[in-house]
T-cell receptor
Framework: DVKVTQSSRYLVKRTGEKVFLECVQD?????MFWYRQDPGLGLRLIYF???????EKGDIPEGYSVSREKKERFSLILESASTNQTSMYLC?????????????FGPGTRLTVL | GENVEQHPSTLSVQEGDSAVIKCTYS??????FPWYKQELGKRPQLIID?????GEKKDQRIAVTLNKTAKHFSLHITETQPEDSAVYFC?????????FGSGTRLLVRP
């Protein structure tokens, strides 16, 4: 079974803090993704990575950055957290294009910024 | 940009009835259409998917249909059960990036 894990289920931070969300997958997947999930808005793509040290902006990258130093780990960074970044954050991974298309999700991190 | 619209946003059905959720997509190059189910407090999980070279796919009580000309696809759940209650997301993809719909909250009343 593919396993995607996230470093925290719940996180509370203060405005202006630097926040790190970590995601690890154990299936040697090339592609990894960060989404935020808000009621009525579905899953919106923040950033994705198709290889180590490679990254591309998704639909809502403002206020976020990412890091992929190792194939199994994809980190989402909030440089200076703001209250409008309070949300559920979901990480996902997927195999190479042309192969199995299923994205496997992590359990999510519910971030609250006060 | 690419866009996926999903309707309805909420759906309430009686146990045993059928449920239908519809999605439309904007990018005619989309070739892969998965459906994810997210139970309360849990991660989204793939329940069925279809590729653009197929018009319909069925897996027990769940089926998905695709109309490429109209750029829409639908999820059909027959003989609904209380455990089908969840949020369902459709998505469309041209490569490895998925564009998700806004979700449908399905409630199956016992």
């Amino acid at each position: 079974d593919v396993k995607v894990t996230q470093s925290s289920r719940y996180l509370v931070k203060r405005t202006g803090e630097k926040v790190f969300l970590e995601c690890v997958q154990d299936m040697d997947h090339e592609n990894m993704f960060w989404y935020r999930q808000d009621p009525g808005l579905g899953l919106r793509l923040i950033y994705f990575s198709y290889d180590v040290k490679m990254k591309e902006k998704g639909d809502i990258p403002e206020g976020y950055s990412v890091s992929r130093e190792k194939k199994e780990r994809f980190s989402l960074i909030l440089e200076s957290a703001s209250t409008n970044q309070t949300s559920m954050y979901l990480c996902a991974s997927r195999g190479p294009a042309g192969g199995v298309n299923e994205q496997f999700f992590g359990p999510g991190t519910r971030l609250t910024v006060l | 940009g690419e866009n996926v619209e999903q309707h309805p946003s909420t759906l309430s059905v009686q146990e045993g009835d059928s449920a239908v959720i519809k999605c439309t997509y904007s990018d005619s190059a989309s070739n892969y259409f998965p459906w994810y189910k997210q139970e309360l407090g849990k991660r989204p999980q793939l329940i069925i998917d279809i590729r653009s070279n197929v018009g319909e796919k069925k897996d027990q009580r769940i089926a998905v249909t695709l109309n490429k000309t109209a750029k829409h696809f639908s999820l059909h759940i027959t003989e609904t059960q209380p455990e089908d209650s969840a949020v369902y997301f459709c998505a469309a993809s041209t490569d490895y990036k998925l564009i998700f719909g806004s979700g449908t909250r399905l409630l199956v009343r016992p």
